[in-house]
């Protein structure tokens, strides 16, 4: 795939078949994260490889899905779920900068696209139970959860449109996401 197909392509998944990533695939993830760029170089993020299933399902019950649709459209029922989660860690003893947000930005990103190179689709989940993640996983008050991503093999096709009156994601006729993006012209100007 071309890198512009991938960067098309990679777009957020909500339903999933409910078979395993391979570990050589999480592995690629992992090191994609790990090689983003971070401000003054100090990689704070720190990351929870999510895989057993009763975890998978105790951190699935702590996130929320798909805010601008009803949940029996926009929340993955039972048999459709994320497979495997990532909480992403900030360590506050590395740096406390506003940088950390745009660090785990490009890590999200990265890892997001190593794993669509697989045919691995990714949900970012920002609306996660931070309290919760943080003593279920019996964290040190130095790391703070940023999110959580969920992956799995997706079982529905997601691609933008063109924005027309709203910036809401929809389900088309075959229960398939559309993601209206902003017109280029209107996010772009040339001088
Ligand atoms: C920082 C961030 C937080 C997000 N949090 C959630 C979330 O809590 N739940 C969810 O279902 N989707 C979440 N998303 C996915 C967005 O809804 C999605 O990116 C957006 O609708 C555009 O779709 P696209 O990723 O296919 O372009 C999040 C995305 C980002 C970048």
Redesign the pocket.
Known sequence: MSIMELLKTR??Y?RFEQRQIPSEVISEMMEAARYASSAANLQPLKYLVVQSPNRVTEVFAH??????LPAEQ?VPAEGQRPTLFVVVLEDSEISKSAYVATDA?LA?SNMTLAAWDHGVGS??????DKEWLSEYFQLPSKLKVH?VVAFGYPTHT?R?EDMTDSIK?HLDENGD?L?P?RRIEDVVKYL
Request: glycine share 16%.
């Open positions: 777009r957020t909500r996130t929320r899905w798909a805010g601008y926009g930005g999200i949900c970012i989940i920002g609306a996660c999110s997601s933008c994601y996401y993601a993006k």
